[in-house]
C-alpha cells in the first residue's frame, strides 16, 4: 500500500478527530472563565473517575469486538457475535456499578463532598459510555467511516451543547456539564444500537458461553493493561489533589487538554486507521507486506506529527494565553512534556503490532501495568517535592517505557523496521521550523501584533520553512515530489492535473 493510499484513508477518519478536537480550543475559553481552577479540577476528576470505570468494564470488550467481529462475519454467524458481545457487556456494566455502589460508604471521607455527591451521575455516564464504546467499536469493526465521524461528533457536540445549556440557561455547575454528557449519550445509543445490529437484532437466546469465554480470555488482558493506562494518563489528577493545593488540578487540567487534544488530533488519526490497516494486510499478502506497511505508516506518522510535537512546544504559552484566562496561565509548563507523551504514545502502539497480530493479550497488558506502575512511582516521589509539573514528566517516561517494551517483545512476531533516517531528517527541519516559529513570535510581540496574529503569523512561517528543509534534506520521494509540484503549478496557474 502506498503512502497515498494511506493518507487517503486517514482522510475518511479524519473529521471524527478533528472537529472533536477543536472541542478544547471552544470549550477552555469559556470553562475557565466560568469556573475557577478549583472548580474545573472537581469536573476534571468526576470525568476521570467515569473514564477509569469505562476503562475497566469494557475498554478490552471494544478491542474484542475489533478483533472477532471479522471471523462471525466469515462464518455468517453475527446473531451469536451480538448476542454474546451485548450480554456479556450488560453483565459486566450491572458487576462494576454493584462495586461502585457498595464502595460509595468508604469513599465519602477521601472525596471532597462537592465531588461525592456526583458519584450517581458519574454512573450513569459510565453505565452509557460503556454501552457506547462496545458498539463504536462494532462500527469501526464494520469499516463505516461515515456513521463513525457522525456519532463521535454527536456525543462530542451534543455533550458540549446540552452542558452549557444547562449552566447558563439554569443555572447548574459541573453537574450541568456532567448532565450534558449523559444526554447526549443516551440519546445517540437507540441510534447506533440500531444501525450496528439493523440485520442481525441482538437475541439472547444466540448467547454462547463457549464463545464468550474465548472472547473474555482475550479481552480480560487487554481491560487491566487499558486500566493500567488510565492510571497512566490520568492518575496524575489524584496524586496532584492529595499533594497540592485544589487549584493546581485546574491549571494542570486546563494545559494538559488544551495540549493533548492539539497532537491527539493526528495521533489518534492515525491509529484509527493502522490497526485495520495492520490487520488485513496480514491476513491477505503475509508478514513482509505487512511489515513495508508498518514501515509506511511510520514514516508518514514522523513528518506529520514530530513537527506538531515541537511546534506546540514551542508556542505553549502563546496557546495557552489565547484560550485560558490568567489564573491558569502557569499551567503552560506541561505542554512540551504532554504533547511528546502523546507522540511516544502513538509510536507506542505502533510498536505493538506484532504482538496483536499474534493475540498476544497478556503481554500487551504486562506492559501497560510496568509502564503506568513507574509512572505512577515517579508521581508519588516526585510531585510533593515539585509539584505538578513533575506528573507531567513521569508521564513523558511512562509513555517511554512503553514504547521499549512494546517494540522488544513485538520483534519477534514482526519486524519494525524503524525509518531511523527519516527521524533524523524530519528532527533537523522541526528545530529550524521551531526557531523560525519562535522567532517571528517574538518579533510579532516587539510590533505588539494581537495574539491571534501572532500566533498565525508563526505557524505561517513555520509551514514553508519546514518543507523546503524536508525538501532539501530528500527526504520528499520523487513521487511526492512530483505530487506537490503539480499541486503548486495548479493552484498557481490554474492548471489541471
Same mark, same amino acid.
Given at each position: 500500500?502506498? !503512502?497515498? !493510499?494511506?493518507?487517503?484513508?486517514?482522510? *475518511?477518519?479524519?473529521?471524527?478527530?478533528?472537529?472533536p478536537a477543536l472541542t478544547a480550543?471552544? =470549550? =477552555?475559553?469559556?470553562? =475557565?472563565?466560568?469556573f475557577l481552577p478549583a472548580e474545573y479540577g472537581h469536573w476534571a476528576v468526576a470525568a476521570s473517575i467515569s473514564s477509569f470505570l469505562v476503562a475497566l468494564a469494557v475498554s478490552g470488550m471494544g478491542s474484542a469486538v475489533l478483533r472477532y467481529y471479522p471471523s462471525y462475519k466469515e462464518r455468517s454467524d453475527l446473531k451469536t457475535f451480538f448476542a454474546t458481545i451485548s *450480554?456479556?457487556?450488560? $453483565?459486566?456494566?450491572?458487576?462494576?456499578?454493584?462495586?461502585?455502589?457498595?464502595?460509595?460508604?468508604p469513599l465519602k471521607q477521601f472525596l471532597p463532598s462537592a465531588l461525592y455527591q456526583l458519584i450517581p451521575l458519574i454512573l450513569l455516564i459510565f453505565i452509557a459510555q460503556s454501552i457506547f464504546t462496545v458498539f463504536i467499536s462494532a462500527v469501526r469493526a464494520q469499516e463505516l467511516g461515515g456513521s463513525f465521524t457522525t456519532y463521535q461528533l @454527536? *456525543?462530542?457536540?451534543?455533550? %458540549?451543547? @446540552? +452542558?452549557?445549556?444547562?449552566?447558563?440557561?439554569? &443555572?447548574?455547575?459541573?453537574?450541568?456539564?456532567? #448532565? +450534558?454528557?449523559?444526554?447526549?449519550?443516551?440519546?445517540?445509543?437507540?441510534?447506533?444500537?440500531?444501525? *450496528?445490529?439493523r440485520l442481525n437484532?441482538?437475541?439472547?437466546? /444466540? @448467547?454462547?458461553?463457549?464463545?464468550?469465554?474465548?472472547?473474555w480470555q482475550y479481552a480480560w488482558p487487554l481491560t487491566l493493561g487499558n486500566v493500567a493506562m488510565w492510571g497512566l494518563r490520568v492518575s496524575d489528577l489524584f496524586i496532584i489533589g492529595a499533594s497540592q493545593p485544589e487549584r493546581d488540578i485546574g491549571l494542570y487540567t486546563v494545559s494538559y487538554n488544551i495540549s493533548a487534544k492539539s497532537i491527539e488530533l493526528l495521533v489518534t488519526l492515525f491509529l484509527l486507521s493502522v490497526s485495520p490497516l495492520i490487520f488485513r494486510t496480514w491476513e491477505v499478502n503475509g508478514r513482509n507486506a505487512t511489515e513495508d506497511v508498518l514501515t509506511m505508516v511510520t514514516r508518514t506518522y514522523l513528518i506529520l506529527c514530530l513537527p506538531a510535537a515541537v511546534g506546540l512546544t514551542i508556542l505553549a504559552l502563546p496557546f495557552v494565553t489565547l484560550l485560558a484566562t490568567p489564573e491558569y496561565y502557569a499551567g503552560y509548563r506541561i505542554v512540551g512534556f504532554v504533547v511528546f507523551s502523546s507522540f511516544l504514545w502513538g509510536l507506542a502502539n505502533m510498536a505493538n503490532a506484532g504482538m496483536a497480530i499474534q493475540k498476544k493479550a497478556i503481554q500487551l497488558g504486562i506492559n501497560q501495568i510496568i509502564a503506568a506502575a513507574i509512572?505512577?512511582?515517579?508521581?508519588?516521589?516526585?510531585?510533593?517535592? @515539585? &509539584?505538578?509539573?513533575?506528573?507531567?514528566?513521569?508521564t513523558l517516561i511512562g509513555y517511554?517505557?512503553?514504547?521499549?517494551?512494546?517494540?522488544?517483545?513485538?520483534?519477534?512476531?514482526? =519486524? #519494525?523496521?524503524?525509518?531511523?533516517?527519516?527521524?533524523?531528517?524530519?528532527? $533537523?527541519?522541526?528545530?529550524?521550523? +521551531? %526557531?523560525?516559529? !519562535?522567532?517571528?513570535? /517574538?518579533?510579532?510581540?516587539?510590533?505588539?501584533?494581537?495574539?491571534?496574529? !501572532?500566533?498565525?503569523?508563526?505557524?505561517?512561517?513555520?509551514?514553508?520553512?519546514? &518543507?523546503?528543509?524536508? #525538501? %532539501?534534506?530528500?527526504?520528499?520521494?520523487?513521487?511526492?515530489?512530483?505530487m506537490f509540484q503539480h499541486l503548486w503549478k495548479r493552484m498557481m496557474g490554474g492548471q489541471h492535473v
Open positions: 500500500m502506498s !503512502s497515498k !493510499s494511506f493518507v487517503k484513508d486517514l482522510a *475518511v477518519y479524519s473529521p471524527s478527530q478533528f472537529l480550543f471552544v =470549550t =477552555t475559553p469559556i470553562l =475557565t472563565r466560568l *450480554v456479556s457487556t450488560v $453483565m459486566v456494566i450491572i458487576g462494576v456499578t454493584g462495586v461502585s455502589l457498595l464502595l460509595l460508604i @454527536f *456525543v462530542n457536540y451534543g455533550s %458540549l451543547g @446540552f +452542558g452549557l445549556l444547562l449552566v447558563l440557561a439554569f &443555572g447548574l455547575r459541573i453537574d450541568g456539564l456532567l #448532565w +450534558g454528557t449523559f444526554l447526549a449519550l443516551i440519546l445517540v445509543l437507540p441510534i447506533l444500537i440500531s444501525r *450496528v445490529v437484532g441482538i437475541h439472547p437466546q /444466540h @448467547f454462547h458461553f463457549g464463545d464468550a469465554l474465548e472472547i509512572h505512577i512511582g515517579l508521581q508519588l516521589f516526585l510531585v510533593p517535592r @515539585f &509539584g505538578y509539573v513533575a506528573s507531567a514528566v513521569s517511554a517505557t512503553l514504547l521499549t517494551l512494546n517494540a522488544v517483545f513485538s520483534q519477534p512476531h514482526l =519486524t #519494525w523496521h524503524f525509518p531511523f533516517r527519516t527521524l533524523i531528517n524530519v528532527g $533537523m527541519a522541526s528545530i529550524a521550523m +521551531g %526557531l523560525a516559529a !519562535s522567532e517571528t513570535y /517574538h518579533l510579532s510581540e516587539v510590533e505588539s501584533l494581537p495574539l491571534p496574529i !501572532s500566533i498565525f503569523l508563526s505557524i505561517a512561517v513555520a509551514i514553508p520553512v519546514y &518543507g523546503g528543509c524536508l #525538501w %532539501l534534506l530528500d527526504e520528499i520521494k520523487a513521487d511526492e515530489k512530483d
